[in-house]
């Protein structure tokens, strides 16, 4: 069956330090894969969608950025976050030509 | 465009009681539904999805949803809820990175 985890599950970052969020699927192929964010008090919304290594489209204008340097792994990085930036970010999967989205754990990320 | 409404922002139930949750979209053509759980502090998990065929879909911990073309609703519903039960719940229309979520529906559950 297929698994998907992100890390690090919680982190509390200054304003102007870079970010690193890592996400793996295991026990498919040639995922699409997905950083979506969900500020407190709000909805999902949609950050990068990668269906290819190396492949990444951008939903949002914004100061965080997204590589998929293998098949099944994705991250999504900052150079300096913002106060802004706090937020529960969530990777989630889909397979090639499937409707449906499957979502990690989560990471919680607090700009202090 | 796509868009998904779920009406109500806050719904608290009894345990044991029956709990039904709206949910409209609008899509252009037939549309793929999603249900989606959120417990605190967790990632979201599938209840249940209609993509064609039977209207009425069986899901996971005992919900199920109707998909009603004519009223563009996908409401959830659950006979009898449980302490558990208690969560966000999301709907959600389209497919892939074309997928539009609510804003979600908290159910507060009591004893």
């Known amino acids: 069956s297929q698994t998907i985890h992100q890390w690090p599950a919680t982190l509390v970052q200054p304003v102007g330090s870079p970010l690193s969020l890592e996400c793996t699927v295991e026990g498919t192929s040639n995922p699409n894969l997905y950083w979506y964010r969900q500020a407190a008090g709000r909805g999902l919304q949609l950050l990068f969608y990668?269906?290819?290594?190396?492949?990444i489209s951008s939903e949002v204008p914004q100061n965080l950025s997204a590589s998929r340097p293998q098949d099944r792994q994705f991250i999504l990085s900052s150079k300096k976050l913002l106060l802004s930036d706090s937020g529960f970010y969530l990777c989630?999967?889909?397979?090639?030509?499937?409707?449906?989205?499957?979502f990690g754990e989560g990471s919680w990320l607090t700009v202090v | 465009a796509q868009s998904v409404t779920q009406p109500d922002i806050h719904i608290t139930v009894s345990e044991g009681a029956s709990l039904e949750l709206r949910c409209n979209y609008s899509?252009?053509?037939?549309?793929?539904l999603f249900w989606y759980v959120q417990s605190p502090g967790q990632g979201l998990q599938l209840l249940l999805k209609?993509?064609?065929?039977?209207?009425l879909v069986q899901g996971i911990k005992g919900f199920e949803a109707e998909f009603k073309r004519s009223q563009s609703s996908f409401n959830l519903r659950k006979p009898s809820v449980h302490w558990s039960d208690a969560a966000e719940y999301f709907c959600?229309?389209?497919?892939?990175?074309?997928?539009?979520f609510g804003a979600g529906t908290t159910v507060t559950v009591r004893a």
């Open positions: 959600a229309v389209g497919n892939d990175y074309k997928l539009s």
């Open positions: 989630a999967w889909s397979g090639q030509g499937g409707n449906t989205i499957y």
């Open positions: 990668s269906v290819g290594i190396g492949q």
């Open positions: 899509y252009g053509a037939t549309p793929y």
């Open positions: 209609y993509f064609s065929g039977d209207t």
